[in-house]
């Protein structure tokens, strides 16, 4: 018993740390360079792919042994594509501000390497605890990259966070955090420290 729990928790925990989708395996580079000048793009974007992998997961596992091997993928994007669009259509219904400040990344979720992935990998293989679990996991650490990403370019590029000013008029702007440079300056330097992080406590 005590092992089936250790392996549902770590089905959950590696995605938030070692396995980080952003800061270890650098899936879904697009929306993660894209859309993180703003700290309320970065949670739109990160509940939508919780949204939209954990449904996946849900349902391809579901389904895991009904799908023919040679039409696995295809049948994967056509689950992935139907979540998408609803979690398309309701920003546009009820947010159209942040539905046309997101652009294409919403709709792109459906190539997204972290979600195809995670079904190849994961949901096609396992039951439905385990892969909830692991879209959770994965997921929820996207999210974790998404929102340190903005939160950085954010305060040092506007001096506010969430719209709130928390910097005050005495801070010179970094312009160029909003920009795109900034989010690959950002990109670096915070796997950069996770990278010194993960090496300390291994040594540790």
């Known amino acids: 018993m005590a092992s089936k729990e250790n392996s549902y928790f770590s089905d959950f925990i590696k995605g938030l740390w070692k396995e980080n989708p952003v800061l270890v395996q650098f899936l879904g580079m697009c929306p993660t360079l894209a859309v993180t000048n703003a700290v309320v793009n970065a949670i739109a974007m990160s509940a939508a792919v919780i949204f939209v992998l954990v449904a996946s997961a849900i349902i391809i596992s579901l389904i895991r042994k009904f799908i023919p091997a040679q039409v696995r993928i295809a049948s994967f994007i056509v689950v992935i594509a139907t979540f998408v669009t609803m979690a398309d259509r309701y920003l546009a219904a009820f947010y159209p501000e942040l539905s046309k400040a997101l652009g294409p990344f919403i709709p792109l ?96």
Not at 176 to 183: K, Q, Y
Not at 186 to 191: A, E, F, K, P, S
């Open 109 to 204: 979720i459906v190539v997204n390497c972290i979600i195809l992935g995670r079904m190849e990998a994961f949901a096609s293989k396992n039951n439905v605890g385990r892969s909830i679990l692991d879209a959770l996991g994965m997921s929820f650490g996207f999210a974790i990259g998404l929102l340190l990403m903005s939160t950085f370019r954010e305060i040092l590029g506007n001096g506010t966070w969430l719209g709130y000013e928390v910097l005050g008029n005495w801070w010179d702007k970094w312009m160029v955090m909003i920009l795109p440079p900034g989010a690959f300056l950002t990109l670096g330097t915070i796997v950069g420290v996770s990278k010194f992080l993960q090496t300390k406590f291994k040594k540790a």
